[in-house]
């Protein structure tokens, strides 16, 4: 491994954990599971880059766009945006599904069923 290669394994892997961090923050604050919550917001990252990855090779065979022409790294580096854009999407998406949802503190399991007044 060259030391190009590996300042872009190690600039992935603090991108990796910013991204599962910023999510299981989120899980945390509303008392959902955290690591599950970091694994889907990362996995969103991946799945969105791929999709708009997917989508633009599938633009450049109709059209001919030359993406063809660009090197891998490059190519990496165009769908970043996107990913960010999917990522960011879901975490909104999820933040405004939990803060629709009530939470209840239950003090004991005696009190489950009882009115709530």
């Known amino acids: ?35 599950l919550y ?3 917001g990362v996995l969103s990252y991946y799945v969105a880059t791929f999709l708009f990855a997917f989508i633009l090779l599938g633009l450049d065979l109709l059209f001919s766009l030359g993406i063809e ?16 854009l999917g990522c960011w ?12 949802m009530i939470q209840v503190e239950i003090e004991t399991i005696d009190e489950i069923g009882r009115n709530q007044e």
């Open 89 to 100: 999407g879901f975490y909104k998406l999820l933040e405004h599904k939990w803060k629709k």
């Open 1 to 35: 491994m060259n030391e190009e290669s590996t300042f872009e394994a190690m600039l992935s892997l603090l991108f990796i954990y910013f991204l599962g961090k910023s999510f299981y923050t989120l899980a945390q604050k509303h008392k959902q599971n955290e690591w």
């Open 38 to 40: 970091a694994f889907f």
């Open 69 to 84: 022409e660009y090197s891998d790294r490059a190519f990496g580096f165009i769908t970043i945006p996107f990913g960010l």
